[in-house]
């Protein structure tokens, strides 16, 4: 993935023993309808490693406790572990402060907790915000409701035919109406890495600040919140090798500072009386509640694990896999790759013939071949080129060119079939 600069996590001299990195997979062993897995659906969740299984394991056989409030010994322990994740997330995007890294439930949670908060201490009516036209559903819907709420206006930046954003039209949206730009770093539908640093750049001027919906960019090389200058940056451990019902939401401690609080709860207090509650301190004025414990430090081990095979070794493997995907797909006949743009991470769209989408996966599937079909809670893009749903083969660091070829014949066994020859 280009146009990401590694924050000094990465081994750029380790190339990925591919081999080994899959014995650390136990779920790569598994067989579907007796044909080894071929497991092509990352972007909708990454598998996990034994080592990020182990750490659940052992927090739950030996660690076990609520956390920020025991002085027994199991809850300073999960405590330390707990934090320990915070530590290790704010290396992984190179955030200045541990306060800056918020634990939330996914990037729905993330971006649901910026636009009510913030969106809904800043915006009025006539205000704007501006996100594009290949947004995930979760970086529109949010944006809907507090527009709705407070009488400002949704602003969306076109995509040309490639799937790249047309960025004359991103700087004529911005203005002084401009409230918040909300972006993906990587479309989950099209796979277009965005030039997200010039168009942070390109918001601030205009004085709006800038939240990056990185649940597919962040997995796939590392990113640097200082050096893209982005006010706030979102997403999953699911798809970041970790478990699922945990998430990031980075933002500067200065924003976070004047935010309201999202919910209300336990750990997010100093003090409370009926009359007046003192809300307590970044990054537990956003944490109400008990949070994912165990979630949580199974993410500090995911990112242990990565950090571990070199976040740049994990991304050139991936941008290898992922050339040649989209060069063998190309010479499978009938198929249309659905996005073609300039700079592309970890996944690729397409469609085969007229064949529906869901009926190649289900033929897919019988070859032991997961991918996703239908459109992707991107439902906007599907529309903007005019399909109803595409085939996405998305790829993270176990998978390999064999496997590519192995979808290759099988979407040339599925065109056979629907040819009738
Ligand atoms: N933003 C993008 C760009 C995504 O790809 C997804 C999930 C989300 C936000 C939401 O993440 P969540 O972890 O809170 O659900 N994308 C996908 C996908 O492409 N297939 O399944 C989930």
């Known amino acids: 993935m280009q146009q990401v600069k590694i924050s000094g996590w990465g081994r750029p001299d380790d190339a990925l023993d591919v081999a080994r990195v899959r014995g650390d997979f136990p779920v790569l062993d598994e067989t579907v309808h007796g044909k080894p897995l071929i497991y092509l659906d990352n972007a909708a969740t990454a598998h996990k490693p ?50 800056e890294i ?23 009516a006539g205000d704007e915000v501006v996100i594009s036209a290949m947004e995930h559903h979760s970086n529109i819907v949010p944006w809907q409701l507090i527009c709705q709420e407070k009488g400002a206006t949704l602003r969306v930046i076109p995509v040309d035919d490639r799937g790249d954003i047309v960025m004359e039209a991103y700087h004529r949206l911005l203005g002084p109406r401009t409230r918040m730009v909300a972006l993906p770093h990587v479309s989950n539908a099209l796979g277009t890495v965005n030039p997200v640093k010039a168009m942070i750049a390109d918001a601030h001027r205009a004085g709006a600040p800038v ?16 050096d ?23 933002g500067k401690a200065g924003l976070l500072e004047e ?64 050339a040649y995907a989209v060069e063998r797909l190309t010479r499978v ?25 869901h009926d190649i996966g289900t033929i897919l599937d019988q070859e032991g071949i997961a991918v996703r079909t239908g459109h992707h809670c991107a439902m906007p893009v599907m529309e903007r080129f005019g399909v109803p749903a595409t085939v996405r083969a998305s790829f993270a ?21 629907f040819a009738g020859v």
Request: net charge negative; hydrophobic share 40%.
């Open 397 to 417: 660091c176990y998978n390999t060119e064999a496997e590519v070829d192995v979808l290759a014949e099988g979407l040339e066994k599925a065109r056979r079939l």
């Open 228 to 250: 893209l200058d982005c006010d706030f940056y979102a997403f999953s451990s699911h798809k970041l090798y970790g478990p699922t019902g945990v998430g990031v939401l980075y």
């Open 102 to 124: 918020v634990f939330v439930r996914g990037t729905t949670e993330a971006i649901n907790l910026v636009a009510r908060s913030y969106g809904g201490a800043h915006l009025q």
């Open 50 to 99: 034994r080592a990020v299984i182990q750490r659940l394991v052992q927090y739950y056989e030996t660690e076990n406790s609520n956390i920020h409030r025991g002085v027994h010994r199991l809850s300073e322990i999960a405590t330390l572990a707990y934090e320990g994740t915070r530590a290790a997330v704010r290396g992984l995007l190179n955030a200045a402060e541990e306060r």
């Open 333 to 357: 006949p009938d198929v249309r790759l659905v996005g073609t743009p300039e700079h592309r991470a970890s996944l690729v769209s397409f469609v085969l013939g007229d064949i529906h989408a």
């Open 211 to 226: 939240l990056i919906d990185g649940a597919q960019g962040a997995p796939h090389a590392g990113v640097d919140v200082q």
């Open 259 to 322: 935010m309201p609080p999202y919910q209300g709860g336990g750990d997010m207090i100093l003090t409370v009386s009926f009359e007046e509650t003192e809300y307590n301190v970044l990054p537990y004025k956003f944490e109400a509640g008990t949070p994912n414990i165990a979630g949580v430090i199974g993410l500090g081990a995911a990112v242990e694990y990565l950090a571990g095979l070199g976040l740049e070794a994990v991304a050139a493997h991936e941008d290898r896999v992922l």
